[in-house]
């Protein structure tokens, strides 16, 4: 799924979200690996189980290390450990 520089910024978010509801879906039944993990650089930052695909069975330990290290949560990125715990835009806490 690609667009040119031409695409509307609306038009780009639509496809993203079509490559995350439609097309990832069918490439982990394809591949059997719903729980594989990605490199997240290059991952979807819409991706909806960030947790899973990210980080697999390690979230929990890493949050633990997280909370830790940062209490505050004053490190943060989108799809990063305790990222559920902000606003989308990383602005405000839930």
């Keep these: 799924m690609t667009w040119n520089d031409t695409t509307s910024p609306s038009e780009a978010v639509s496809l993203q979200q079509q490559f995350t509801t439609e097309t990832v879906p069918v490439l982990a039944a394809i591949t059997g690996e719903q729980d594989s993990g990605a490199y997240s650089n290059e991952a979807n930052v819409e991706e909806p189980d960030f947790k899973?695909?990210?980080?697999?069975?390690?979230?929990q330990r890493l949050s633990s290390?997280?909370?830790?290290?940062?209490?505050?949560?004053?490190?943060?990125?989108?799809?990063?450990?305790?990222?559920?715990?902000?606003?989308?835009?990383?602005?405000?806490t839930l």
């Excluded at 899973?52 to 979230?59: A, D, L, Q, W």
């Excluded at 830790?68 to 990383?90: K, Q």
């Design 52 to 59: 899973t695909t990210f980080y697999g069975p390690n979230y």
């Design 65 to 92: 290390i997280k909370s830790t290290y940062d209490p505050e949560d004053l490190f943060i990125v989108r799809t990063g450990v305790g990222s559920e715990r902000w606003d989308a835009a990383g602005m405000c």
